[in-house]
Each structure stands twice: as structure tokens, then as C-alpha cells.
């Protein structure tokens, strides 16, 4: 992590003058964190030891590091579905929460090992990512104060986030996935690859208020095939606007999108579809037909490699992990005690 007077730019001297600096980001983060109320504390004035939770190949990893990661609603949900228990105990998400903690860091290690680096102006550019997430300074401040982030400590866990990203990246990059694994995948999950097919009745209208007329009828009971064959414009009117069994990924896609809201015997509308007015009704919806192995593969493929390079990263964590000398140090007192086969507890 760059030190924060090094977050402080200042241009070359020209002809004797030296050009006013860029707006660093400390400076940015400085205005965020005095529009929440937080102070920036010096490093030096910070406590020398934190409270240490873990160590990881002797490097430390702190309490305010750990309760980061359980505050985080996003990562909370996370652990919560890698348990695969709708209301874990907080005992079972601190311990996943600990473990994760711990691989991290051990990416990290990865990253120094392959001497993966972040250019400060990269850094710069993820803090303004994330910058933007937030509709003022005020916000960006707040939420960085309710995840106990100052200057420097948020910077270090960007820094950290796109480290382990190309450390994965890194990882993966010759996994491949072949025909062979595709259609395996294909074959055991035939059954449920098929098309969705739906029933529809559409009334055509030419103008908004005819449409918004014809609504008004339906609510009131007016039956939808006779409205259709009454006052529809479409090539369907004298069916009562009956389109049929029809595929539902061949549908119009604001059709699409819009039947995929509606429950079975509703109707709804209006949808326009350039001068003319829809009033749809969905009849039904039914399993069609199994989707071919060549239809399916653009939807497979992509799965199959996310799960292969999950595989990758998680067997490459493991074997870090045996490898590794792990010490956990968090007591009863402090709820998660993780063990390990190489740990020592305290």
C-alpha cells in the first residue's frame, strides 16, 4: 500500500514553476471522509498492534479485517450460500468468514511470489470505480466509515481485491473447456433443457385510448375472445386473437419480457409495438420440447468453464492451505475457533 504522502502528486517543475497537482484521491477521500464526520488519523497515530486474529505464514491478520468482511451484507450472503443453510449460526459464518480471511491472504502471498503488482494509476482507477458507486462525497464517507475504512486501510483493500483477481486470473487462464465435457453436461441434464411454450390472445388496436378502452371492458368481464373479434386489427381477430402453442424464446423480446410477469389467465397491456397497441392475454404455458446439444452448447459452455475454474481455485487453495503454517487466534470470547491441520490454537 502506498504511503499516504505518496497519494499526494505533485507535477514537474517547469521553467523554473512548479504546475498545481491533479486532485489526488487522499484528497478526494480526505473531502468524503470530513463530509461524514470521520477524521483521517495519521498511520504513525494509529495503535502500533492491532488486535491480531489469525496468522498467516507468520503475516497477521487483524480483528478490524475480520469484522470488515462479516459487516459486509454482500459477503454475509455469500457465505451464507457456500453453508447452504438458510439461517446459519453467526459461530458458523465467522468461522467461513475467518477461513476466507485466511485464503485471501494466502493469495496475496501468491502475488508477491509471481510479483503481481498494481500501478498507482490502476489503483486510482478501482478507487474511482468505486467512487461512483456513491451519488455524493457525503455517501462515499459514510459508507466508508461504517466499514471502518480510513486512507490508507482502503486503499490496501482495493489494492488487495485486483491483486487476487490476477492472481485468479493467472490461475485459470489455460482452462479450457472440450466438446467431450459439454456433452456430458448435455446428457445428464437433458431433462431439464426444454423450451418454455405459451398460449396467447392478442387484441391489435390502433391507438392507446382504444387499447386503455378495450382494458376497461376485460376488467369488467367482457369476455377476450369476442373483444378480439370485435375490435382486434390483427390477422388473428376472427380466431379471438389466438396465437397458438408458440415458442417462448421466439417471442418479440418485449413480449417476451412482458408474458414472463404475467400469471396464467391474466391479461394486461397496453404494450406498443411500433404504431400499433397490444392487449394481451396468456392462455397458458407449458415444457416443449428438449432443446439439441447444438442449441444448448452457447448456454453450457460458459457454465461449464465457470465451474472448472471454481474447481482450479479451490483445489490451488487447499493444497496452499496444507502447505501453509496457519495460526488462528481468535478465543471463545471472540466466537469463531477454526482448526486446522497445521493451526495452533491459543
Known amino acids: 500500500m502506498l504511503a499516504t504522502t505518496e497519494l499526494i502528486r505533485r507535477n514537474p517543475v517547469r521553467g523554473g514553476r ?17 463530509a461524514a464526520g470521520l477524521v483521517l488519523v495519521p498511520p504513525d497515530a494509529r495503535a502500533a498492534e492491532p488486535e491480531i486474529v489469525a496468522r498467516v505464514n507468520g503475516e497477521p491478520l487483524t480483528q478490524a479485517e475480520f469484522q470488515r468482511m ?41 502475488a508477491r511470489l509471481k510479483k503481481i503488482s498494481v500501478k498507482e494509476k490502476e489503483l486510482d482507477e478501482a478507487v474511482a ?55 456430458q453436461y448435455y446428457e445428464t441434464h437433458k431433462e431439464q433443457l426444454k423450451t418454455t411454450e405459451v398460449r396467447l390472445q392478442i387484441i391489435v388496436l390502433k391507438d392507446k385510448a382504444a387499447a386503455e378502452e378495450a382494458l376497461t ?20 381477430a376472427a380466431k379471438g386473437g389466438d396465437t397458438g ?41 407449458r415444457s416443449g420440447r428438449t432443446v439439441t446439444l447444438a442449441e444448448a452448447k452457447p ?21 496452499k492451505e496444507k502447505k501453509a503454517k496457519i495460526e488462528v487466534l481468535m478465543g471463545p470470547d471472540a466466537k469463531p475457533k477454526m482448526s486446522h491441520p497445521q493451526s495452533a490454537t491459543r
Open 18 to 34: 512548479t504546475t498545481a497537482a491533479p486532485l489526488s484521491w487522499f484528497a478526494v477521500i480526505a473531502m468524503a471522509c470530513a
Open 70 to 110: 462479516r459487516a459486509n451484507p454482500l459477503t454475509v450472503r455469500q457465505l451464507q450460500q457456500e453453508l447452504g443453510v438458510q439461517d446459519p449460526g453467526a459461530e458458523e459464518l465467522d468461522r467461513l468468514a475467518l477461513r476466507k480471511l485466511i485464503q485471501h491472504r494466502l493469495v496475496l502471498q501468491e
Open 129 to 183: 470505480a468505486l467512487r461512483r458507486r456513491f451519488g455524493d462525497l457525503k455517501g462515499f464517507g459514510e459508507w466508508m466509515k461504517e466499514q471502518g475504512f480510513n486512507d490508507r486501510s482502503l486503499f490496501e483493500s482495493v489494492r488487495g481485491d485486483v491483486l487476487a483477481d490476477r492472481v485468479r486470473a493467472a490461475l485459470v487462464k489455460d482452462v479450457r473447456v472440450t466438446d467431450e465435457q459439454v456433452q
Open 217 to 236: 371492458a376485460l376488467r369488467g368481464g367482457k369476455d377476450f375472445a369476442t373483444l378480439a373479434r370485435e375490435r382486434s386489427v390483427g390477422r388473428r
Open 245 to 285: 402453442w408458440v415458442a417462448y424464446e421466439t417471442l418479440w423480446p418485449p413480449l417476451r419480457k412482458f408474458v414472463s410477469r404475467m400469471k396464467v389467465g391474466h391479461a394486461g397491456g397496453p404494450l406498443q409495438n411500433g404504431n400499433e397497441f397490444l392487449v394481451v392475454r396468456l392462455g397458458d404455458r
Open 299 to 319: 448456454q453450457i459452455e460458459p457454465y461449464v468453464l465457470a465451474l472448472k475454474r471454481q474447481e482450479v481455485v479451490r483445489d490451488w487453495l487447499a493444497d
